[in-house]
């Protein structure tokens, strides 16, 4: 085999591998619309819309032919009639056929990113207890101060009840240091794109250039925006408006803020570029 | 307000940046490339060094970046800026030629020429000796290396073919290996890729596409990888000098470059290149 050979069939083994990139999307449907969202881009409030739980598809953008397939949720059964009408839906749209709104919802990804970081660093906190106390032990906690942090994490249930007692300098400072380790993590050691900040506006603007579809068609609703254009779209259509936005605004996003101005390098930006990008384009889409 | 001047923060002096792109012109064609997307070759095409600008996209105002070879005000300069004026304000009568192409293997040829420039300054051989000897080299075995990398000099065109390894009769790919290793690990753990040869190129294409008032259709796209060799027949329609020298690393070891990203790969590979990915899909349905 010569050198040629041997190069072309090692990228094509190694694109198959490690690059042939899936796309993931959150699909939702009521009467009158279809969305699409992702997490930390109003999935819990579209469940509260739409009254189902989130239904996530990959969809393989690459072989050009639009398929979707199912990808695990342990709530729904694949079979629903739900279901069925997602993928009806889908059908219509790729064949423009859709009569529903299609409506996208984005978002600016440094903001996505800093509530991903706090949704991903609450959830370490129930499901790596195990470490909890030997990591605030190397950072010169007292078991005590572990163990208000832990009475504090477990006097309330929902996120939305759990505010960060500013009158406690000492919960404050742990989760400033909670939040270091999973920005440390997420930059420089783990799968950025296995969290809860995986690419989101790029797989939309591939998505939109992939199926034959009038862009003029589609509402493109910027969740960070005031007014509240989403809740003003879902009032239009007669629909359920949730009153509860599920913002993670109490949970020390300064502290976030902090340790990424602080204490971050080129990575943060690399993480984000092509996100910054996919998210200026799709403001031009929402605004021309 | 207080997360929201701290986001502009953030924002300002972490992820906000500047685009950048080389520029070339002759009579006929305004090309618009980066390093690794043909850009010794086309410097050889204009009988102009490489002309490289950066520009704060949306916005699509020129701004020089460093080229100690060019002079800044000099005629040639001048004419790109009028070229560029011209296709900004859509009056441009050249036709612009846009080079693009596959991710992964512009990622390979980064890695392959990282490694060999950095293999030729004097001030790596203080590094050079002992990283190999940790990988059982000797001396005599590295002084091969070097007499193998200076029996040409970079700058002369011709270097390439006489670098290329003879994987039968000597230690040197397995050395080339150990370096094309370390780069790997230094660009996908510990160093900036958009300070490599491998910064994007795609997604600034695509972003530059989207915020410049251009029928898309009078673009002339050229995936440099594909055959038959899209380019070399363009330049030949003009009437252009063809360059006879592809200047490809092909033969410096890009194989020892896909068997270790298909060994020691793993998540980082695909994150560094997601985003570029998604912007050539895009530039390609463009294309064609």
């Not at chain 1, 003003?232 to 629909?239: D, F, P, T």
Request: glycine content about 2%.
């Amino acid at each position: 085999m010569n050198i040629r050979q041997e190069v072309s069939d090692a990228y094509e083994m190694l694109y198959k591998q490690q690059l042939n990139i899936k796309y993931t999307f959150n699909f939702s449907q009521t009467n009158k619309t279809f969305f699409i969202h992702n997490p930390k881009v109003g999935s819990r409030y579209i469940i509260q819309a739409c009254l189902h739980d989130t239904t996530r598809f990959e969809i393989n953008l690459l072989d050009k032919s639009i398929h979707f397939k199912w990808t695990s949720n342990v709530d729904f059964h694949s079979n629903s009639s739900y279901l069925n009408e997602l993928y009806q839906d889908w059908d219509n749209i790729v064949n423009n056929t859709n009569k529903k709104d299609i409506v996208i919802l984005y978002r600016d990804p440094l903001k996505r990113l800093v509530s991903a970081i706090i949704q991903d660093s609450l959830s370490l906190i129930e499901t790596d207890k195990l470490s909890l106390y030997s990591k605030f032990e190397s950072f010169g906690f007292s078991k005590n101060d572990i163990d208000l942090f832990d009475k504090w994490n477990h006097s309330v249930e929902h996120v939305n009840n759990l505010s960060i007692p500013l009158g406690n300098p000492t919960i404050h400072e742990m989760m400033w240091y909670l939040y270091k380790i999973h920005i440390d993590n997420i930059l420089k050691k783990d799968d950025f794109h296995a969290s809860h900040s995986s690419p989101h506006n790029l797989p939309l603007v591939i998505l939109l250039n992939s199926i034959n579809i009038d862009r003029n068609k589609i509402k493109f609703i910027d969740i960070d925006e005031t007014p509240d254009e989403l809740g003003n779209y879902l009032k239009s259509i007669e629909m359920n408006v949730p009153t509860n936005k599920h913002s993670n605004n109490k949970m020390g996003k300064e502290l976030v803020y902090d340790i990424l101005l602080n204490h971050t390098d080129y990575r943060l930006h690399n993480n984000l570029y092509g996100e910054i990008v996919g998210y200026d384009i799709l403001k031009t889409y929402h605004t021309s | 307000m207080k997360n929201s001047s701290m986001y502009n923060e953030v924002y300002n002096d972490k992820i906000k940046d500047t685009y950048k792109f080389n520029l070339s012109q002759t009579p006929k064609a305004f090309f618009i490339n980066n390093p690794k997307v043909a850009s010794r070759y086309l410097c050889e095409v204009v009988r102009q060094n490489t002309t490289r600008f950066s520009l704060n996209l949306p916005d699509t105002e020129l701004h020089w970046y460093e080229n100690s070879d060019l002079i800044k005000d000099s005629k040639y300069v001048d004419e790109i800026r009028t070229d560029w004026d011209n296709i900004v304000n859509n009056r441009n009568k050249k036709d612009i030629v846009i080079l693009y192409r596959d991710p992964l293997k512009r990622f390979v040829s980064a890695i392959v020429q990282d490694t060999m420039g950095w293999l030729g300054m004097g001030q790596s051989r203080l590094l050079l000796y002992p990283a190999l000897h940790t990988f059982g080299f000797t001396d005599s075995d590295v002084d091969m290396l070097c007499h193998w990398r200076e029996s040409a000099h970079p700058s002369d065109y011709g270097f390439v073919k006489r670098y290329s390894m003879d994987k039968d009769t000597s230690s040197i790919p397995l050395m080339m290996k150990c370096l094309y290793k370390i780069h790997l690990n230094n660009l996908l753990k510990r160093g900036d890729v958009e300070s490599s040869h491998a910064s994007s190129h795609c997604i600034p294409l695509l972003y530059l596409l989207n915020s410049i008032n251009i029928d898309r259709n009078k673009i002339k796209f050229i995936d440099i990888d594909e055959t038959p060799d899209e380019l070399g027949n363009y330049l030949k329609s003009i009437e252009m000098n063809v360059p006879i020298n592809k200047h490809s690393n092909s033969i410096l070891g890009p194989d020892l470059v896909y068997d270790i990203l298909l060994s020691d790969g793993d998540f980082r590979l695909r994150n560094a290149l997601t985003a570029e990915y998604v912007a050539y899909n895009i530039l390609k349905t463009y294309h064609t």
